[in-house]
């Protein structure tokens, strides 16, 4: 089996170029989707046992009724934001459903960026992590981004025990449908934190995470004759009625009240 320094190519940091994923920043790719509406909390490490406690009740429900084969319920999302900071969100009994991974960024469209992107597998009762993916469409990162969390998952065991969560003493790692096909590996603590350590022990970023959970407000959707969209806050939308063609004049005109001009 390999360890994480064989798995895990160095990332440098290209300039951002959208059109090139290698580079190890990712920008949302899919357009707006039906998702959280209202405001929701994302959580650092250290508050990860508020998380559980919130979602707790909702997933053993959910693990009640489940399909063992499609549905697990002991799944958090996660992001790694520019900045190596690993924020933690899932759903709960009081929201619509899980936020998705742009959402979490607290950006809006290609503002939407992060390193890494994906789910924690837990065990029963979110009582141990087992297992990390990099599953995301918003993002569609690659296997090598799931260093960020890995290492981010290890060096801050601390932060993870103060929350009542194990790190177990092999963390797996799965890796998706890609040119060399699906499979986990099974990565050990001791060698892994070894690896941590030899990469990464000058990135002070990773080593500390935030403290305090942090509130996230999704923009309001915006219909456009044919267009949803969600405009920047602080920025004005013009909103303008429909075209409309006769046939002595092909050109497009406007009929109506004038186009308006919305805050946001």
Same mark, same amino acid.
């Given at each position: 089996?390999p360890? $994480?320094?064989?798995?895990?190519?160095?990332?440098?940091?290209?300039?951002?170029? %959208?059109?090139?994923?290698?580079?190890?920043?990712?920008?949302?790719?899919?357009?707006?989707?039906?998702?959280? &509406?209202?405001?929701?909390?994302?959580?650092p490490?250290? @508050?990860?046992?508020?998380?559980?406690?919130?979602?707790?009740?909702y997933?053993?429900?959910?693990?009640?009724? =489940?399909?063992?084969?499609? %549905?697990?319920?002991?799944?958090?999302?996660?992001?790694? %934001?520019?900045?190596?900071?690993?924020w933690?969100?899932?759903?709960?009994?009081?929201?619509?459903?899980?936020? $998705?991974h742009?959402?979490?960024?607290?950006? !809006?469209?290609? @503002?939407?960026?992060?390193? =890494? =992107?994906?789910?924690?597998?837990?065990?029963?009762?979110?009582?141990?992590?087992?297992?990390? *993916?990099?599953?995301?469409?918003?993002?569609n990162?690659s296997?090598?981004?799931?260093?960020?969390?890995?290492a981010?998952?290890?060096?801050?065991?601390?932060?993870?025990?103060?929350?009542?969560?194990?790190?177990? %003493?092999?963390?797996? !790692? $799965?890796?998706?449908? *890609?040119?060399?096909?699906?499979?986990?590996?099974?990565?050990?603590?001791?060698?892994?934190?070894?690896? !941590?350590?030899?990469?990464?022990?000058?990135?002070?970023?990773?080593?500390t995470?935030?403290?305090?959970?942090?509130?996230?407000?999704?923009?309001?959707?915006?219909?456009?004759?044919?267009?949803?969209f969600?405009?920047? $806050?602080?920025t004005t939308?013009?909103?303008?009625?429909?075209? &409309?063609?006769?046939?002595?004049?092909?050109?497009?005109?406007?009929?109506?009240?004038?186009?308006k001009?919305?805050k946001?």
């Amino acid at each position: 089996m390999p360890t $994480a320094k064989e798995l895990f190519k160095p990332i440098n940091f290209q300039p951002i170029n %959208d059109d090139n994923v290698d580079n190890g920043i990712y920008t949302y790719i899919n357009p707006p989707k039906k998702r959280q &509406s209202h405001p929701f909390t994302v959580y650092p490490i250290r @508050e990860l046992h508020l998380l559980i406690a919130e979602t707790l009740k909702y997933s053993q429900k959910l693990a009640e009724s =489940a399909d063992p084969f499609e %549905d697990d319920p002991w799944t958090m999302s996660y992001i790694v %934001d520019l900045n190596y900071k690993m924020w933690f969100a899932a759903k709960t009994d009081g929201n619509q459903s899980t936020p $998705a991974h742009h959402q979490m960024t607290g950006k !809006v469209g290609t @503002e939407s960026k992060c390193i =890494a =992107a994906g789910r924690v597998h837990f065990t029963e009762n979110f009582a141990s992590i087992f297992k990390i *993916d990099y599953n995301s469409s918003d993002f569609n990162p690659s296997f090598q981004s799931l260093q960020w969390p890995l290492a981010i998952l290890v060096a801050n065991k601390p932060d993870f025990i103060k929350s009542s969560v194990v790190i177990p %003493d092999v963390i797996q !790692v $799965a890796r998706e449908a *890609d040119p060399l096909g699906k499979k986990v590996y099974k990565l050990p603590f001791l060698s892994t934190m070894d690896w !941590v350590v030899e990469r990464f022990v000058t990135l002070q970023e990773l080593w500390t995470q935030p403290s305090a959970t942090k509130k996230i407000s999704p923009p309001i959707p915006v219909v456009y004759p044919g267009l949803q969209f969600y405009p920047p $806050a602080g920025t004005t939308a013009v909103m303008a009625p429909p075209p &409309s063609t006769t046939d002595d004049d092909p050109e497009p005109k406007h009929n109506g009240p004038p186009a308006k001009r919305i805050k946001f």
